[in-house]
């Protein structure tokens, strides 16, 4: 069981910066290192869009073409906590933001980008970029 909370959305001008955590807590045997973390968001009227994931490693990393260049994944095991810096926000950004994860069984088709392809989910936190 993994239990995620994210935090740091707010509202921003556009070409601002902004960056969002996601805190786990992992329920053993398992620890936030058995998991790929990804970031997703939703427009309102519009589907949940994968943006970006990484590897429980954090070495791997992989990207919607629609971010790639301007937001950056990572993540750091010891504090159990998974980020994304954005970079040159657009008023197109604007959308609420998600976390998400799943436990890979395979280390060499580890990215997944569709929405059911993850397991657990947090509640989202509010980006709002003006013109």
């Known amino acids: 069981q993994v239990q995620l909370v994210e935090s740091g959305g707010g509202l921003v001008q556009a070409g601002d910066s902004l960056r969002l955590s996601c805190a786990a807590s992992?329920?053993?045997?398992?620890?936030?290192?058995?998991?790929?973390m990804a970031w997703f968001r939703q427009a309102p009227g519009k589907e949940r869009e994968f943006l970006a994931t990484?590897?429980?490693?954090?070495?791997?990393?992989y990207y919607a073409d629609s971010v790639k260049g301007r937001f950056t994944i990572s993540r750091n095991n010891a504090e159990n906590t998974v980020y994304l810096q954005m970079n040159s926000l657009k008023p197109e950004d604007t959308a609420v933001y998600y976390c998400?994860?799943?436990?890979?069984?395979?280390?060499?088709?580890?990215?997944?980008?569709?929405?059911?392809?993850?397991?657990?989910w947090g509640q989202g936190t509010q980006v709002t970029v003006s013109s």
């Open positions: 992992v329920a053993s045997p398992h620890t936030f290192s058995d998991y790929a």
């Open positions: 998400a994860a799943y436990r890979p069984t395979s280390s060499l088709t580890w990215v997944r980008v569709g929405v059911s392809e993850y397991d657990y």
């Open positions: 990484i590897s429980w490693t954090g070495v791997s990393t």
